[in-house]
């Protein structure tokens, strides 16, 4: 069964940076493009980035771009998401999802992982 | 980037009553090669969105028939033939016709 597993979220104050990781399983991770979603608490989804099967593509909403990273290591079947000068609207829950080829939607999703920007 | 509208945003359905929510995109989402992407998803209390359908009207692998998805251009239309408890959540359209993939703002239902 497909797998998605986020971690490194946690507490971080404004202007730090944190790195998100994202383990795939029972898949074959280097076939798919990934993405990353976020969701502000009690807020709606918001697409984020997204990076290509082979790593050699990368885009981002413009509210990230400079500031935010995704990488994958396919050897290692991980996705992750560099996330630095992190502000308070970035305060969300991450989640990354597996992109089904050719037909551009997410077919499965991790259970995501929370990142607060605080003081 | 391509804006996502949903209507209503918030929906009070009896159980085994039709329900009906609308998405329009800012422009058209058919793609050069024909196909329209545009998406919808669930998301229950407590758990990560799943998709229900894609390419307007595919109804993905495991969901029920009371979903369809209907609609072309710029005006999509998600549709439960008879609502039931489980279908509570949060309904989203996403267009990924182009970068950046953008999200409707979702549409709550609730059971009467």
């Known amino acids: 069964q497909v797998q998605l597993v986020e971690s490194g979220g946690g507490v971080v104050q404004p202007g730090r940076s944190l790195r998100l990781s994202c383990a795939a399983s029972?898949?074959?991770?280097?076939?798919?493009?990934m993405h990353w979603v976020r969701q502000a608490p009690g807020k709606g989804l918001e697409w984020v980035a997204v990076?290509?099967?082979?790593?050699?593509?990368?885009f981002y909403i413009d509210s990230v771009k400079g500031r935010f990273t995704v990488s994958r290591d396919n050897s290692r079947n991980t996705l992750y998401l560099q996330m630095n000068s992190l502000r308070a609207e970035d305060t969300a829950v991450y989640f990354c999802?597996?992109?089904?080829?050719?037909?551009?939607?997410?077919?499965?999703w991790g259970q995501g992982t929370l990142v607060t920007v605080s003081s | 980037d391509i804006v996502m509208t949903q209507t209503p945003l918030s929906l009070s359905v009896t159980p085994g009553q039709p329900a009906s929510i609308s998405c329009k995109s800012s422009?058209?989402?058919?793609?050069?090669?024909?196909?329209?992407?545009l998406c919808w998803y669930l998301q229950k209390p407590g758990q990560p969105p799943q998709v229900l359908i894609s390419?307007?009207?595919n109804r993905f692998s495991g969901v029920p028939d009371r979903f369809s998805g209907s609609g072309s251009g710029t005006d999509f239309t998600l549709e439960i033939s008879r609502v039931e408890a489980e279908d509570v959540g949060v309904y989203y359209c996403?267009?990924?016709?182009?970068?950046?993939?953008?999200f409707g703002q979702g549409t709550k239902l609730e059971i009467k």
């Open positions: 029972a898949f074959t991770f280097s076939n798919y493009a």
């Open positions: 999802a597996r992109e089904k080829p050719i037909q551009y939607y997410f077919d499965n």
């Open positions: 996403i267009q990924s016709m182009q970068l950046p993939y953008t």
């Open positions: 422009q058209s989402l058919l793609h050069s090669d024909g196909k329209t992407y």
């Open positions: 390419e307007v009207s």
């Open positions: 990076i290509s099967y082979d790593g050699s593509k990368d």
